[in-house]
Nanobody, 116 residues
Framework: QVQLVESGGGLVQPGGSLRLSCAAS????????MSWYRQAPGKERELVAS????????NYADSVKGRFTISRDKSKNTVYLQMNSLKPEDTAVYYC?????????WGQGTQVTVSS
């Protein structure tokens, strides 16, 4: 059974940093791309960042380029999202995502709140 479990969210002041983690299980982690999405209140869920199975290519939303970094550790079956220079508009629930054998899998989400 595929499971994605996020952690690392919380309350941070503008300009601060957080690192989100997504622990994956139940599938061959090394063969699937992984992504982070976020959803702010009243808004649609949007793609934040993605990384290939090999970890050699990444993609970012324009709004987070230069501030966020996605990475993966195959030895720990974990994908990370390092978030720096956080802004109030980054406030959202952040979700880990993968597609395995054509089926979409989401984590339960972790809340990130950027506020002074």
């Amino acid at each position: 059974q595929v499971q994605l479990v996020e952690s690392g969210g919380g309350l941070v002041q503008p300009g601060g940093s957080l690192r989100l983690s997504c622990a994956a299980s139940g599938f061959t982690f090394s063969t699937d791309a992984m992504s982070w999405y976020r959803q702010a209140p009243g808004k649609e869920r949007e793609l934040v960042a993605s990384i290939t199975s090999a970890g050699d290519r990444t993609n970012y939303a324009d709004s987070v380029k230069g501030r966020f970094t996605i990475s993966r550790d195959k030895s720990k079956n974990t994908v990370y999202l390092q978030m720096n220079s956080l802004k109030p508009e980054d406030t959202a629930v952040y979700y880990c995502y993968t597609k395995y054998w054509g089926v979409n899998y989401w984590g339960q989400g972790t809340q990130v709140t950027v506020s002074s």
